[in-house]
């Protein structure tokens, strides 16, 4: 046979065509990344950091919820062993998150896979997840993606840094909301109808409860399992295509 094509066989314009299309889709979200990024690194100076220590960590971090955690926990003298704890609670939901992602990674090798992980923050999850939906997800369109998130992110953080000095109070000027707003906006944007509003409403209720009785970040983790063990149970209650549906017999 001729002319066959697989996902290695992908022509160079081809895949500039979909990194190109996952960096349009993060284009939208950059705007807010913007924002709190540039707070981020406004905070960071403030509580003692240098630009070149703003960029290290937003390099090797990459993580806005745990580096606003940081930053918050941030003292002299340092106290390494709370802000790994509360780091490692905030990022618990990660492995929920990547957990989603197992299907969408599994023709992928390995080693580009746990690599392509690294960068996947929340908003590159939500919009990879969307992609998916719509079809069309590849690892070029995750590069994209990822990769136009992660330089807006280390530059932004660094234009904070340099500007920290002129703006004494971000809260000031209600850029302490924006982190909550950008992850209101990817939500809507994941709803697809009233089937999620189950799981939508334990991950709220359990992480509101949780928040409020237990101190810390739990609440973060408790919210995000609640909500996915609530999508889990109502899946499994789903009646599933039968036998004869899927034409009989058995695949292996």
């Known amino acids: 046979m001729t002319g066959s094509t697989t996902p290695s066989a992908a022509s160079p314009d081809s895949v500039r065509a979909q990194m190109l299309a996952g960096a349009g889709q993060a284009l939208p979200v950059v705007a807010g990344v913007a924002v709190y990024g540039t707070v981020w690194g406004t905070l960071a100076v403030q509580a003692g950091l240098s630009p070149l220590e703003v960029v290290l960590m937003s390099g090797l971090v990459f993580s806005g919820a745990a580096q606003f955690v940081a930053i918050d ?4 003298p340092l106290a390494v062993g709370t802000i790994a704890f509360a780091t490692l609670l905030v990022g618990l939901r990660h492995v929920l998150m990547s957990a989603s992602m197992e299907a969408v990674m599994r023709g992928i090798p390995p080693r580009r896979a746990y ?8 908003e590159a999850w939500a919009l990879s997840l969307r992609r998916v939906g719509q079809g069309g997800f ?3 369109f995750y590069a994209g993606l990822c990769g136009f998130l992660y330089v807006s992110w280390l530059t932004t953080t660094l234009v ?6 002129l703006v004494a109070d971000p809260a000031r000027y209600g850029f302490d909301v924006v982190f909550t707003a950008i992850f209101v906006v990817l939500i809507v944007g994941l709803w697809q109808g009233k089937r999620d509003l189950p799981s939508w ?3 709220a209720l359990a992480a509101v409860a949780c928040h409020h009785w237990v101190p810390g970040n739990w609440y973060i983790f408790v919210g ?5 063990l609530t999508a889990i149970l109502l899946w499994s209650e789903e009646p599933q295509p039968s036998d004869s549906q899927n034409g009989g017999g058995h695949a292996d």
């Open 224 to 228: 995000g399992a609640a909500g996915m």
């Open 138 to 140: 590849t690892i070029a």
């Open 201 to 203: 409403a334990a991950s």
């Open 73 to 76: 926990l941030w003292s002299s």
């Open 115 to 122: 690599g392509a992980l690294f960068f996947m923050v929340d």
């Open 160 to 165: 904070g840094a340099l500007l920290g000095r």
